[in-house]
């Protein structure tokens, strides 16, 4: 009994594809919707029901077959599924908001953080013109954590806690953007930022000791120092942090980083050196190196005998002496800023261009994977724009190639693929056996056409390309567009 229900299933599966092919949308329809009364679950013809109805303009019953089919799909775990099912939501109706939040969460959880925060930052403008500022903040929020290290992101947060009431939020979001900044060695900014949070709340004095320990601990004690004076002058309890400050309890500039010191190890040690001059200097030594590390690199003594030695010792002294200067031109060459005039804007704005900057490397994987996703549900143009732009990375020009040669001769535009199969073949990455592959395809799609490989006299192949039809230079150029935006 079982089996005859599946052999009417597909029996009216078969007849529904025919009346697709036949050019009648509504009858095959029709037919979609008997299998889903008996099978409410099957996503594959959910996914055709949506198409069938975007076709015929019926976008409300689209919306709701393709939302069943993306939470099944999600509920299954093929979340690149899911993803491509909700962005065809997106495109018939864009007011679902919650579709968009559900294709955020969907594409965070993918690692797709420059998408899912395209997303989250239209859900927070939509509440931001409702003026739900709880939602938009939820939304920011999300943000946050998906790019930590852009402090651009973490300002917008923190003056969104401003505007809720919400000032130890922002001091959390302050925070962080000072460790941010002090990572990056960029101690005089973030003593700026938190000198400008301090206007916030004075009496958060756990705030600036947390600060002062970044900066001194980083090897920042002047900056240190000045924070402190601007905490004292905002709030005269901040004083007591003084005294410890200079009892050590809070931050101790004299205490050298661990890094900082430099042991000889008794293997480069010549036979039957005595090595107890050296273990009696280092304790004289090494604060003098930790403290003032450039005038010290020069004038130690044990270090200059080493430096002189000609018995094949490391040159220690001479490399050290080298890292320093390289360090102090580098220093001197980076021009000072007129940071007592910046906003906190233009303070975090270099580091949120490096944010971005190395997150965009992650995006081609990415995008030949959703690529691959649309190309297997038959969402051509999707898979296109996707595959376009993996191809900018030469990894994946080869495959892209091929693959976007397959979706243009199912659109029927040969000559698009051809092109690609010809951009393909150039790629310096290119080994024999992918070549062969594609040379196979273009000799396939060539012959498809009615012409021969390298055949002479053929306006269509002179100069070594293929001319384009104006439909599909038009076609070319939806593409191009696309693929920017």
């Not at 005595?274 to 020069?298: K, N, S, T, Y």
């Not at 490397?361 to 999707?382: P, R, V």
């Amino acid at each position: 009994m079982a089996a005859m229900k599946d052999q009417k299933r597909q029996e009216l599966i078969h007849q529904a594809e025919e009346w697709v092919r036949r050019g009648r949308p509504k009858r095959a329809l029709a037919l979609y919707l008997k299998v889903l009364k008996a099978a409410p679950d099957d996503t594959r013809i959910l996914n055709r029901a949506g198409d069938l109805c975007a076709r015929l303009s019926r976008n409300t019953e689209a919306v709701s077959f393709y939302r069943r089919a993306a939470r099944i799909f999600a509920e299954q775990g093929f979340h690149d599924k899911a993803i491509a099912l909700c962005k065809m939501v997106i495109r018939l109706d864009p007011t679902l908001i919650e579709v968009m939040e559900t294709l955020a969460k969907l594409q965070a959880g993918q690692g797709m953080v420059h998408e899912a925060v395209s997303q989250y930052e239209v859900v927070g403008e939509y509440y931001r013109k409702l003026k739900q500022l709880g939602r938009v903040i939820e939304a920011q929020q999300a943000i946050v954590e998906l790019q930590p290290n852009d402090p651009s992101r973490r300002l917008e947060l923190a003056n969104l806690h401003q505007q809720n009431g919400q000032p130890q939020q922002a001091l959390a979001q302050y925070r962080a953007i000072s460790a941010v900044l002090i990572s990056h060695g960029r101690a005089e900014e973030a003593r700026q930022v938190c000198v400008k949070a301090l206007a916030i709340d004075a009496g958060d004095l756990d705030f600036v000791a947390e600060v002062l320990v970044d900066l001194s601990s980083s090897g920042y004690p002047e900056e240190a120092g000045r924070l402190l004076e601007a905490a004292m002058a905002a709030n005269p309890e901040a004083r007591h942090l003084e005294d410890r400050l200079r009892s050590g309890s809070v931050v101790s500039v004299e205490e050298p980083e661990e890094p900082m010191k430099f042991e000889l190890p008794a293997t480069e040690l010549p036979p039957g050196e005595d090595v107890g001059m050296h273990e009696e200097a280092a304790p004289v030594a090494e604060p003098e190196l930790e403290i003032e590390l450039p005038e010290a690199a020069a004038e130690t003594p044990e270090l200059n005998v080493i430096a002189e030695s000609g018995d094949g010792f490391i040159d220690i002294a001479a490399e050290l002496q080298a890292e320093l200067e390289q360090e102090e031109e580098w220093q001197e060459a980076e021009p000072a800023s007129p940071l007592d005039t910046q906003s906190l804007e233009e303070l975090v704005e270099g580091l949120s261009v490096e944010a971005t900057a190395c997150a965009a490397d992650e995006d081609c994987d990415t995008h030949f994977s959703l690529g691959i996703a649309y190309q297997d549900m038959d969402l051509i143009d999707e898979a296109v724009g996707q595959f376009q732009k993996a191809a900018k990375d030469p990894r994946y020009l080869v495959e892209c190639a091929s693959r976007l040669a397959r979706c243009f001769v199912t659109k029927g535009y040969p000559k698009l693929a051809v092109k690609w199969l010809e951009k393909g073949l150039e790629s310096p990455t290119l080994v024999e056996e992918m070549a062969e592959g594609l040379r196979a395809q273009l000799a396939e799609i060539r012959e498809s056409e009615g012409e021969e490989e390298g055949e002479e006299g053929n306006p269509a192949n002179e100069g070594g390309s293929t001319a384009l039809a104006p439909d599909e230079v038009e076609v070319l150029a939806r593409l191009s567009e696309m693929e920017g935006s």
